[in-house]
C-alpha cells in the first residue's frame, strides 16, 4: 500500500493525520516516546523546530525572481482574510452587541484572520505550487511572532510586577483587572497597584528586612519600586508614597508596554491552558475564590485585615502638634504628631473600649494578622499596650516643653500636595460614626475631616506549602503559579517580590532553561521558603519578610545583632547579584 497516496487523500492530509495520530497517541499512550533525546524535544515542546525547518526547506525551492510574484498572491490572501473578519466583526459589534456565542469581537476577528501555516501548507503542497507555499510567510504577517502569550489574572503590585519583568523579556502577556466592573469593599479605583490600607512600604533601612528586600528588588530593576521612589513622599526612615501618584505611574508603565494586553474583566475560572499566574490578593472574587478551592482541593485560610482613617488637612489645628519624626530620622521633621497627657489617655481609651465595631459574621471567627491589629483589639490586650505600640512617646519628645508625652499620636503625608494625613497605626473596625466621636478626642483632631473612613475586609490565602514549590508553581500542576498575598505573605513589597520572583522565573521557562532557585540567603528567598517548604500538616500563618526567616550560612559567633545583620545584608545582595547573573545568561532555546 502506497502510505502517501492514501493520506493525500484526505484534504490537508499531510497535516490533518499526523495530528489526529499525535491526538490519539497522546490521549492513551502519553509516555510512550517520554524516552529523553531528539524525540522526546521533538513530541514535548519540538514543534517550533519542526515548522522552522519545514519553512527552510520551502525556501530552498524559490527563487528570488518568484519574490514579487508570492509577495502579490500573499498580499491579495492576507486583504482577503482580513478584511472579511473585519466586516465580520463589525456586523458582530453592530448587531449582536459586541459578542455573539460568549466570543468577544476581538475573538471572532482574531479567530477569522489567523492563519494555520500546518493545513495552509499541506493543502499546498497538493494542490498548489512552490510560490503558493511561498505565499504563507507574507500571509501570516498578522499572526505576529510564535510567543506564548502568558495570563495573569489581578493586576496589583504582585500582577503587575509579574507582567511588566516578563514583558521587559520580550513575552506577550493578557493580564485581567476586574476594576472598574467589578469592584472590592476596599478598592477606590481602577488603577493597578492601588494600595488600599496604609501608603507606607515600611522601614528603607538595608539593615532592616523589609529595607533588604527592597534592594534586592532595585537589584533585579523592580517596577514597584522603582515607581515607589518617584511617588515618594516624607515618612522618616520609612518609605511611603502619595498611593494615587504611584498607582497612576504604575498603570502607565504597563500601559505602556506593548507586549502587555490589559483587559478590564472578571475572571470566574482557572485559566484551562498555557501558563498562567493567580495574583488575585486577599480580595479574590468570590467565583475565583470557589475555583481556586476547587482546584487546590481545600478550603480558604483567611484573616480579617483593616485600614486606618485618612484625614484632610485643612481640618486639623496644628497649633497643638509638632513636626518631629520619631529620633530624627529621614528629614527630621516628617511626621506631625499630637501629644496626649496622661488624663487624656485614659479617657481616649476607655471610649475606645467602649465604642461599637463592625461585627463578624456569625460563622466565621475573629482571626487577625498580629502586624495589622485593629487599634480596638490591641487596646483589649491591656492599658499600656497602645503606648508601647502605635501610641507610644519614646524618641517623640515634644520640642515646644522638651517633654516627653505621655502617649502620641502620629499623622503621616498619605499625598505629595499634603493635602491628606493617615493616622499611623490606627487600623480600625470601629462603626463610622464612632471614628468620628473618638478619633475627634485627640488633641489637634477635633475637628477632623475624614477623606476616607477606616474600614475591616476579609483577606484569603491558600495553604502555600501544601501545593506550590519554590518557585510558587503548582507541584501538580506546573502550568498554574500564585504571587503576591494569596501566597502566603504579608505586606505590600513581600507581595510585589513574589511577583518578581514568579516572573523571572516563568521567563527562564520560556527561554528553554530550568529555573535556577532565588537563594535561600537572600530576603526574597526566604519568601520563597516560607511558602513551599514548611510542613503541610503544620498552621501556615502569613508572615512579613524578617530576619529570622532568611537562611544564615554563617553561623557566626559574632553576638552583635548589628554586626550580624550587615553580615547577612552583604551576603544577601551578593547572592542576589550572582543569581541574577545567573539567569541573565543566553537562553538555549526559546518555546512557543
Known amino acids: 500500500m502506497n502510505i502517501l497516496k492514501t493520506v493525500n487523500r484526505v484534504p490537508g492530509g499531510m497535516m490533518v493525520v499526523p495530528l489526529f495520530l499525535g491526538m490519539v497517541l497522546n490521549t492513551f499512550f502519553p509516555n510512550l516516546l517520554r524516552i529523553g533525546g531528539f524525540t522526546q524535544a521533538l513530541t514535548g515542546v519540538g514543534y517550533p523546530t519542526v515548522l522552522g525547518m519545514y519553512l527552510f526547506t520551502v ?3 524559490m527563487t528570488f525572481r518568484a519574490a514579487p510574484r508570492m509577495l502579490l498572491r500573499g498580499g491579495a490572501i492576507l486583504m482577503a482574510k482580513v478584511g472579511t473578519a473585519t466586516l465580520f466583526a463589525l456586523a458582530v459589534a453592530h448587531y449582536f452587541d459586541g459578542s455573539v456565542l460568549g466570543l468577544s469581537t476581538l475573538a471572532v476577528m482574531v479567530a477569522m484572520s489567523d492563519t494555520n501555516g500546518g493545513m495552509f501548507l499541506a493543502l499546498t503542497s497538493v494542490m498548489g505550487d512552490k510560490e503558493d507555499s511561498g505565499t504563507y510567510v507574507v500571509q501570516s504577517i498578522e499572526t505576529g511572532p510564535f510567543l506564548t502569550m502568558l495570563i495573569f489574572v489581578g493586576a496589583g503590585l504582585a500582577g503587575s510586577e509579574c507582567a511588566w519583568q516578563l514583558a521587559r523579556r520580550g513575552h506577550r502577556v493578557r493580564l485581567h483587572e476586574m476594576r472598574p466592573t467589578v469592584t472590592t469593599s476596599a478598592h477606590q479605583t481602577d488603577r493597578c497597584a492601588e494600595l488600599v490600607c496604609s501608603n507606607s512600604f515600611r522601614s528603607d533601612n538595608p539593615r532592616n528586612a523589609v529595607g533588604l528586600i527592597k534592594r534586592e528588588m532595585e537589584a533585579l530593576d ?14 522618616g526612615d520609612a518609605l511611603a508614597m502619595d498611593r494615587h501618584v504611584f498607582a497612576g505611574l504604575v498603570t502607565e508603565a504597563i500601559a505602556a508596554q506593548p507586549e502587555i494586553e490589559l483587559v478590564r474583566e472578571e475572571v470566574t475560572a482557572i485559566p484551562a491552558e498555557g501558563f498562567a499566574v493567580i495574583a488575585t490578593g486577599p480580595l479574590t472574587s468570590p467565583a475565583l475564590d470557589r475555583a481556586i478551592g476547587g482546584l487546590l482541593g481545600t478550603e480558604d485560610l483567611y484573616f480579617y485585615d483593616s485600614m486606618a482613617p485618612i484625614l484632610e488637612a485643612s481640618s ?4 497643638k502638634m509638632y513636626a518631629l519624626s520619631r529620633y530624627g530620622k529621614g528629614e527630621g521633621a516628617d511626621y506631625w504628631n499630637c501629644p496626649l497627657s496622661r488624663e487624656e489617655y485614659e479617657r481616649f481609651l476607655d471610649a475606645l473600649l467602649a465604642g461599637e465595631t463592625v461585627p463578624i459574621k456569625d460563622f466565621e471567627k475573629g482571626v487577625y494578622f498580629e502586624g495589622c491589629l485593629p487599634i480596638e483589639v490591641m487596646a483589649q490586650r491591656g492599658r499600656e499596650t497602645l503606648r508601647h505600640g502605635p501610641m507610644k512617646p519614646m524618641g517623640l519628645t515634644d520640642p515646644r516643653t522638651g517633654r516627653r508625652p505621655w502617649a502620641v499620636v502620629q499623622l503621616r503625608q498619605d499625598d505629595l500636595a499634603k493635602e491628606h494625613y493617615n493616622i ?5 473596625k470601629l462603626k463610622i460614626p464612632e471614628q468620628q466621636r473618638i478619633f475627634r478626642m485627640i488633641p489637634g483632631l477635633e475637628n477632623a475631616a475624614f477623606a476616607r473612613y477606616g474600614m475591616l475586609h476579609r483577606n484569603t490565602y491558600i495553604h502555600a506549602p501544601a501545593h506550590l514549590d519554590r518557585f510558587f508553581r503548582m507541584r501538580r500542576e506546573p502550568r498554574l503559579y500564585f504571587a503576591g498575598q494569596i501566597t502566603g505573605v504579608e505586606g505590600y513589597v513581600e507581595s510585589a517580590a513574589t511577583g518578581l520572583a514568579v516572573g523571572l522565573a516563568i521567563a527562564q521557562v520560556l527561554e528553554g532553561r530550568e529555573p535556577v532557585p532565588i537563594p535561600y540567603t537572600t530576603a526574597i528567598g526566604s519568601l520563597a521558603r516560607h511558602c513551599s517548604e514548611r510542613p503541610p500538616s503544620e498552621k501556615f500563618e502569613p508572615m512579613n519578610v ?11 559567633p559574632v553576638r552583635d545583632k548589628q554586626v550580624r545583620r550587615q553580615k547577612m545584608v552583604d551576603r544577601a545582595l551578593s ?3 550572582e543569581w541574577k547573573e545567573q539567569i541573565s545568561a543566553a537562553p538555549a532555546a526559546v518555546l512557543s
Open 316 to 319: 486639623l489645628d496644628l497649633s
Open 222 to 235: 523592580s517596577l514597584v519600586i522603582r515607581c515607589a521612589r518617584q511617588a515618594a513622599v516624607p515618612a
Open 575 to 577: 547572592a542576589i547579584a
Open 59 to 61: 525556501g530552498t525551492k
Open 546 to 556: 524578617t530576619f529570622g526567616l532568611i537562611e544564615d550560612t554563617s553561623h557566626s
Open 424 to 428: 499611623v497605626g490606627f487600623q480600625t
